[in-house]
């Protein structure tokens, strides 16, 4: 009985032992409650697993790899609607030591200035705090996280420069700081940061001349400086990116010059953004080569004819609008294309029977927008082919056809035919819709219940009712 009573208590002791091995640490326990204790709203419940006295190894969000030690924090990434958190960040989660990753993502209400606890997490290689409310200046001895691979802070709203002392992350692979309220110029250091393959500074009120430090970069794939206040032209040292250079996104600035030829030797571009720019002159004929670009947006510049013919193989998105263009017709590379689901081409010089273009594929169509030319017939046979609709833009052309056998599917938020010959009743299916104007036409009867404007509707022959004048009782 002695032995077995023995034995009973050896193997007890044996799983306390086993527990207390596999349980997390009493420090990073301590530095993670003490960050849910920090946070006063969590409609979602993200954190109704963080519990004391249980294993906070297994608390959602929680990755322990070395031991029983916690070595990543990630929460949020989705976008829905009640998940999100209020409240700032505990300085205590620098109890947490072993972190080499934080990721605090589409938190969206998380406020404060920027998180000093980071400097005291020895084993921090990636920071993404993106998609929160943290303000105030980046701390200009940020360049003291020396240790890190990728640093985000994307979606805030820092204000201030960037350091200078940033130049020191010289083991940077991402850089990302769009979406912020930065201003000042680039610090010329971020060339020193050689292995960087995403750079995004975008949506900020950056100035300046875009810098010509881009040769320093071998491996970059990615950069982002659209709506900014860069002036100037392109730096020529941009040519450099051309052998991996994926996405090359500068529109909405006040960039101006000629469109360098050698952005056609960019052959791995999926995307490029020019739009909201001054740029003038043609688009190089060397746009030829850029076979494999999907993603294409030169729109409300002052680029002129010819515009060259391009041998792409599947465009997704295509934006020419607001230029000086004389197109005639829709391109056949654009027509050809099955995959395409955005095609923005206002103001274009576009003069052609809307009847006679037929795309190989109109299923998969979001945005069609042929505002400003002297396109004539009916949209009807091309839209009711349209499955997922979003936005059609056909105002101030010679369209002639009746707007209640349009086919409004579920998708569509955006309509607007205004200045045409477009007849016949209002549909009711309308209100679904967010935008409408089909002002300035032919258009009769009375309109369905809505939460338009009158300006939406007025200008017609004989359209009546709410928000129009009542209709006349028939006698």
Known sequence: MLALKSSLFFLLLSLLTLQCLTACHVDDESGLLAFKSAITHDPSGMLQTWKSGTDCCKWRGITCLSGNRVTSLVLGQYNEQNSFL?????????????????????????????????????????IYIEGNQLSGPLPRDIGNLT???????????????????????????????????????????????KDLNFLSLERNGLTGSIPDFFSSFPFLRTLRLSHNKFFGKIPNSISSLSPKLAYLELGHN?????????????TALDTLDLSWNQFSGTVPKTFAKLTKIFNLDLSHNFLVD?????????????DLSYNHFHLGTIPKWVTSSDIIYSLKLAKCGLKFKLG??????????????????????????????????????ASGNQLRFNLSKLRIVKTLKYLDVSRNMVFGKVPEGITGLEKLNVSHNHLCGRLPPSKFPASAFQGNDCLCGSPLSACKKSK
Do not use: C
């Not at 030591?97 to 980071?118: E, H, M, S, V």
């Not at 204000?159 to 201003?183: A, D, H």
């Not at 010819?306 to 295509?318: C, D, Y």
């Open 306 to 318: 010819p515009f060259p013919e391009m041998s792409v193989k599947g465009i997704e998105s295509l």
């Open 254 to 266: 006040s960039l101006v010059g000629q469109i360098p030829d050698f952005l056609g030797n960019f």
């Open 356 to 393: 006679d273009w037929k795309p190989s594929e109109t299923y998969f169509y979001d945005y069609i927008d042929l505002s400003e030319n002297e396109i004539t017939a009916s949209p009807i046979h091309l839209l009711n082919k349209t499955d997922y609709l979003v936005g059609f833009w």
């Open 86 to 126: 209020s409240g700032t960040i505990s300085p205590s989660l620098v109890k947490v030591q072993n972190l080499d990753g934080i990721y605090l993502q589409n938190l969206r209400k998380i406020t404060g200035p920027f998180p000093a606890l980071l400097f005291g997490l020895p084993k921090l290689l990636f």
């Open 147 to 193: 240790q890190l691979y990728s640093l985000s802070f994307e979606g805030n709203r820092f204000s201030g420069p960037i350091p200078s002392s940033i130049s020191q992350l010289t083991l940077l692979s991402q850089l990302r700081l769009g979406g912020n309220l930065l201003t000042g110029t680039v610090p010329a250091g971020i060339s020193r940061l």
